[in-house]
C-alpha cells in the first residue's frame, strides 16, 4: 500500500509557476513509478507528466511539454512537478498516482490539489 498527499497548488496569475510536491509513504517508494495526472470542471482526467521507477525517461502530455517538470527524489520519498508559464487552461485538480515499476495502470492515487490560472 502506498499513501500519497499532494500539495502546493494554489492561485497565480497566467504567466506564473508553481511546483507541486508529492509526499508518499508506505511500501518502498524507490519501486515505484510515479505520474501527475489532472481533471478540470466538466473534463476527464488526463495524463500530465510522468517518472519511472528508475528515474529515467519522464515523459509528458503535449499540452504541457517544454512548460512542466517531473523530478523525484527517493530519499525524500517525494514526487514534484515544476509548473512554468502557466495557463488559464492549465487550471485543474491535479493528482499523484503510482504504479509498481513498470506495471501498466496506476493503482494508487492521492486526494488532489486545486490550480487555478487567472488570465
Known amino acids: 500500500q502506498v499513501q500519497l498527499v499532494e500539495s502546493g497548488g494554489g492561485l497565480v496569475e497566467a504567466g506564473g509557476s508553481l511546483r507541486l510536491s508529492c509526499a508518499a509513504s508506505?511500501?518502498?517508494?524507490?519501486?515505484?513509478?510515479m505520474g501527475w495526472f489532472r481533471q478540470a470542471p466538466g473534463k476527464e482526467r488526463e495524463f500530465v507528466a510522468g517518472?519511472?521507477?528508475?528515474?529515467?525517461?519522464?515523459n509528458y502530455a503535449d499540452s504541457v511539454k517544454g512548460r512542466f517538470t517531473i523530478s523525484r527524489d527517493n530519499a525524500k520519498n517525494a514526487v514534484y512537478l515544476q509548473m512554468n508559464s502557466l495557463k488559464p487552461e492549465d487550471t485543474a485538480v491535479y493528482y499523484c498516482?503510482?504504479?509498481?515499476?513498470?506495471?501498466?495502470?496506476?493503482?494508487?492515487w492521492g486526494q488532489g490539489t486545486q490550480v487555478t490560472v487567472s488570465s
Open positions: 508506505g511500501r518502498s517508494f524507490s519501486n515505484y513509478g
Open positions: 517518472i519511472r521507477w528508475t528515474g529515467g525517461s519522464p
Open positions: 498516482a503510482a504504479r509498481y515499476r513498470e506495471t501498466l495502470s496506476y493503482a494508487y
